[in-house]
């Protein structure tokens, strides 16, 4: 069997949570959490990083922050996770889903503008698999219409546009730990704020609306509810888990890297064959590696070999079913212009296994059987199962 994620374990976490009970501080703001707060700051060059319970949770954070009111515009991919659309919609927001980029399934950054009325506060761009938005364009439109640039950079860690870490370009960024990314603690996020009057009011909100961080750090004798807020703190065990993963981000980096170049170099003869498309790194994009994704004809394409790998003991994965098609999306959103790629893409998509220490005889494995399926082997192995039913 070859998983399609093996959750990150760097065989240092145990010792960093140890740490952690023995000092008996095991809520929010620890030690830890002071530790990989300032790796994030010193790494990434961003004005204020505050470790949260999910990049959804960030995403909350940016909301509050912004004053979203009812009837306000969100522009945003609808080939997304639920999470960017949620964060605005519980704040009374309209939808605005925009078309995608075929290549990188990123939001067109080129129908951005058509999409802006005097409604519109905040832009959403989702770095999908890790892979830049065309960020200089997103920014020149946020300045010129007076916007905040929200970065969903749940895939993008590590990844950067031009020489910028992706979360560190908008006003705001939002990072995702969960178990699936490639550094994670199981449940964990991050709000970066790259605009530093937002940072004052960031830790007010995290703290359920209390000036208890001042009170922490002995600035004010008692700590008062200022605003509105909620308990986005993670838990200091948490922090203990995500702080050596974060210690070994590059050597993780490249491994992942190796694993996704390795994919790639073996796929291009099919590529080339038409049988299968390849994912597309702008020259601006400097990538992760967090997934690895082929594009097949059609969805029938992608069930049979998806049930195909299955069968040989290779899991995969579809992804995002777009957001304007859902009941919710309907009722709270629309889709501006034409959705010419958005669907018709995400359908096509499979994602193959793709880990830390993935094995590359695992790799050579995966595309060999995605080969013989295209080859023929997989049309004799529907006909044989159609048979047996």
Known sequence: MIPFNKPLITGNEELYIRRVIENGKMAGDGPLT????????????????????????ALEMAAILLDIVEGDEI??????????????????????????????????????????????????PVHYAGVSCEMDMIMRLAHRYNLVVIEDAAHGLMSKYQDKYLGTIGHLGCFSFHESKNYHCGEG????????????????????????????????????????????LLSELNAAYLYPQLLLAEPIN????????????????LMLDDKLTLPVIPKDAKHNGHIFYIKVKNQTVRNGLM??????????????????SSDMGKRYGFFHGEDIHTTSESEKIIRLPMYFGLQQEDIHTTVRLIKQYFAGEGAQWEERESCKR
């Not at 530790?35 to 204020?48: K, N, P, V």
């Not at 001042?214 to 004010?220: D, Q």
């Not at 996704?260 to 073996?266: E, G, I």
Request: proline residues 2%; charged residues 20%.
């Open 189 to 232: 996020g991050a709000l970066i704020i790259n605009d530093k009057r937002f940072i004052e009011r960031a830790e007010i909100i995290r703290e359920k609306g209390t000036n208890r961080t001042k009170y922490l750090h002995g600035l004010i004798d008692k700590y008062t509810w200022l605003d509105i807020g909620s308990s986005y």
């Open 75 to 124: 522009i945003i991919p609808s080939f997304t996770f639920v999470s960017t659309a949620n964060a605005f919609l519980l704040r009374g927001a309209k939808l605005v889903f925009v078309d995608i980029q075929p290549d990188t399934m990123n939001i067109n950054e080129m129908l951005i503008e058509r999409a802006i009325t005097h409604k519109t506060r905040a832009i959403v």
């Open 307 to 324: 049930t195909y790998l299955k069968h040989n003991g290779v899991m995969t994965a579809v992804h995002y079913a777009p957001l304007h």
């Open 254 to 269: 490249t491994d992942r890297l190796t694993s996704w170049q390795t994919y790639y170099d073996a796929f291009e003869e």
């Open 34 to 57: 002071e530790q990989c707060s300032s790796w994030f700051e010193d790494t990434l060059a961003c004005g204020r990083a505050l470790l949260t319970t999910s990049c959804t949770h």
